[in-house]
Structure formats: structure tokens, C-alpha cells
């Protein structure tokens, strides 16, 4: 690790460092700069203000090991046989790194059966995929944390890639920590963004501070290089490939979890069945957001069970959460979901550029709000300059 080191017969200790040290890491005692460790980032404010040079970084001399690396392995979502669409943005976006990068994409499925190799090779062909894993179990019908977890690590450590991507999904969230700390490497969650820097380094960009800012972080010394990806940031792009082209392996893997498997079933199926009757939020077909338009909880309520008689998936701005009237589940922007329906219908949403950032790629906007200026309306496709419960007496009356 690099670490950070003063020449005290260079220093004249005239202080200017403590003044411009922004984490307060920096005082003097006994005539002597003495610099805390554990408060130093190696921002290099003291350096550049240093007019003597006597505060300097000691390299540790790391070296990359990347070359022990190659591929990107991307980590697909495939339960009962069934392959939903934000697995393609993912796949889609990992083509595109991997020209970047020249690395080959590999797919990883873990399921139930082998079977179905004809449609799997069909639809990742469609996507320009040349390298498809599936690992199976008989028993593996079910999510169950641990089993996909073991399962994954060990591939990864036998195949080395350089990097691996997941979904921001529950699933995704729920393996990618455990899988990193497993093969002892770093993980950033939640990313908007993915590039690929001259090195061939992944690039990591996701936002922080409440989403007020986005950061880039690198690790080129601790690979594989891992990432979950929030879905529907990135568009599906085909690039399409003959199925005879494909490298399509199957491997029957063991199951040694000690975790009872009729348990788990009763917990997953009794989420499931709450919900059933919408689609989660990030795959729903249409949506209506609840903006602070809607001035209260019992508003909020209303827009809910109208949109819940009709089959619509609701949805919250930050300000609703925050304010409590709505679970951070529905909260769409930055700090929340991404989403891509084909029809998002805004109640009361002025549009500020962290609720923005979740929705923009909707297929349809349609705005409600009565400020002819609020920002929403900038993108929106269809706008409507009224009061949102006119509005929803009207929707009422209809449906």
C-alpha cells in the first residue's frame, strides 16, 4: 500500500500544510509535521502546497497480476428456465467492453436442467455471445443464497476471469458480496456505469453522496474485477452471431448446502404470492409515480389503490419515501430503481434530475402537474397542465 512520508529536515514546519490538509489528518508537535494515517486519503493537497517538497508519497511498487486474467464472465439470471429481458442489457453492455478491451464474454447459467440448449444458444447468438456455461443441479429449482453462491465461486476461481458482472437484482445483490469475499476481491455495487480505461482496467462508476455525485472507482490490483449493474441502465443491442459458432458447455454440479430446502420454498413462495397480481417494478409495463404533487399520505393512497384496481405498478420520487408514505422499494431515480416501461405516467412529479436519471429511458412519458414549469415536462411526451386529482377523478369516473 502506498503511504504517504515527511523529510523533517527539509520541513520548516511553517504549518501551511495543516491549513490546507481538507480531512484535518495534519498537525504539528514538538516543531515536527506529524500526519494521522488513518485520516491521510493521498489526496495530495499537502504535497502540491508543500513550497520545501518535503511531504512526499512512497510507492508500494505493486505490480498487476492481470495477466493471470482473461475474459469477462457474465453472471445471468435463469430461473426455471425462464431468461428475462435485463439479462440481455447486461450481456449487451459486456460485448461492447469486450472491444474494448478484447476480452471474450462468457455467459454463466446456473439451473435445474441441462436441457433447452437449442432456445439458449438461439437467443444469446442474437446478442453476439460465442461462450455459454450452464451448471446444473437437478435440485436447484429454487434460489437458495448459499448453493448459487459456492457454486459460482468455485467457477470463477477455476476459469480466472479478468472481470464479472452481475444484476443489481435481489439475486445479484444477494450473491455478488458473498462471491467476493469468497475469492478475496473487491466488489462496487449498484453501477450506472461501466468503461474500460487504456490499461484495460474496469471503470466502476455508480453515484454517492445521496446521489449527488458520481464516482469512478478502479481496483487494478485485485482481480477479478467485479460489478452488479443496476437493470435497465443499459439497451439491449443485438449483434448477431449463427448458433454453429457457439461454444455451449453443460457441467452436473454437487449441492452440500445444509439448509433446509422446504423452508426456503414457504418463504419465497409467500413473497411471490403477495405480489402477484403486478409486475415488480422494474419489469412493469406501465407505471404511475407518485410525485409530493399528491400533498399527502392519503393522496399517495388513493393513486395506490387506483393504480392497483387496474393492474398499474406504482411507483414514489424520493421525497414520497423520505416522507414515508411510500416503501424505499417504489422509489425511482439515483438512489432508487431504474426503470423502463413503456408507459410512465408522472402525478405530481416536478422532475428533478436524481427522480429524472430513473425514468428518462421510458418509452412514453406522460407529465401531470399543474406548475407549467416544472422541469418534467421537458421530456415528456404527453403533457397535462392541471390539478392530478382532477385528473384522477376523471380515471376514476372511466375505470
Not at 236 to 251: H, M, Q, S, V, Y
Amino acid at each position: 500500500m502506498d503511504y504517504i512520508e515527511v523529510d523533517q529536515e527539509k520541513c520548516n514546519a511553517c504549518g501551511k500544510c495543516v491549513k490546507i490538509c481538507p480531512f484535518n489528518a495534519i498537525q504539528i508537535k514538538n516543531k515536527e509535521v506529524l500526519i494521522d494515517l488513518n485520516l491521510c486519503t493521498l489526496c495530495n493537497a499537502c504535497i502540491s502546497g508543500c513550497e520545501r517538497g518535503a511531504i512526499k508519497i512512497i510507492k508500494s511498487g505493486r505490480k498487476s497480476v492481470s495477466s493471470k486474467y482473461k475474459g469477462i464472465l457474465v453472471v445471468v439470471e435463469y430461473f426455471n428456465r425462464e431468461l428475462k429481458n435485463i439479462n440481455l442489457q447486461l450481456i449487451s453492455k459486456a460485448v461492447e467492453l469486450s472491444r474494448a478491451s478484447g476480452d471474450e464474454v462468457t455467459v454463466l447459467l446456473i439451473g435445474n436442467t441441462a436441457g433447452n440448449a437449442k432456445k439458449l444458444k438461439s437467443i444469446f447468438a442474437k446478442y453476439g455471445i460465442k461462450k455459454i456455461r450452464l451448471i446444473y443441479n437437478k435440485n436447484l429449482n429454487q434460489f437458495i443464497t448459499e448453493d448459487f453462491s459456492e457454486i459460482i465461486s468455485k467457477e470463477i476461481l477455476d476459469t480466472n476471469p479478468k472481470i464479472v458482472l452481475f444484476l443489481g437484482t435481489i439475486f445479484g445483490r444477494s450473491i455478488a458480496p458473498r462471491i467476493a469475499t469468497r475469492i478475496k476481491t473487491g466488489l462496487t455495487a449498484d453501477c450506472t456505469d461501466l468503461k474500460i480505461d487504456k490499461k484495460g482496467n474496469l471503470l466502476q462508476i455508480r453515484p454517492t453522496y445521496g446521489g449527488k455525485v458520481l464516482a469512478t472507482i478502479k481496483s487494478p490490483y485485485n482481480f477479478p474485477q467485479m460489478a452488479s449493474v443496476r437493470p435497465n441502465i443499459f439497451v439491449e443491442k443485438k449483434r448477431p452471431l449463427k448458433t454453429k459458432d457457439i461454444d455451449f458447455a453443460t457441467r452436473e454440479t454437487d449441492i452440500k448446502s445444509n439448509i433446509s430446502l422446504q423452508g426456503v420454498k414457504k418463504i419465497i413462495n409467500l413473497i411471490k404470492n403477495t405480489d402477484e397480481h403486478r409486475a415488480p417494478l422494474d419489469e412493469a409495463k406501465i407505471v404511475f409515480c407518485a410525485g409530493l404533487g399528491v400533498s399527502s399520505k392519503e393522496g399517495f393512497e388513493r393513486l395506490r389503490s387506483f393504480a392497483e384496481r387496474n393492474g398499474v405498478t406504482i411507483a414514489a420520487t424520493r421525497k414520497i419515501v423520505d416522507n414515508r408514505w411510500a416503501d424505499f422499494s417504489k422509489q425511482i431515480g439515483q438512489t432508487g430503481l431504474t426503470i423502463r416501461p413503456e408507459l410512465y405516467v408522472g402525478f405530481g412529479v416536478s422532475g428533478a434530475i436524481h427522480h429524472i436519471m430513473g425514468m428518462r429511458n421510458s418509452r412514453k412519458i406522460v407529465a401531470i402537474n399543474k406548475d407549467l414549469r416544472a422541469p418534467i415536462f421537458k421530456i415528456a411526451d404527453y403533457c397535462v397542465v392541471a390539478d392530478l386529482f382532477d385528473v384522477l377523478d376523471e380515471l376514476e369516473s372511466k375505470f
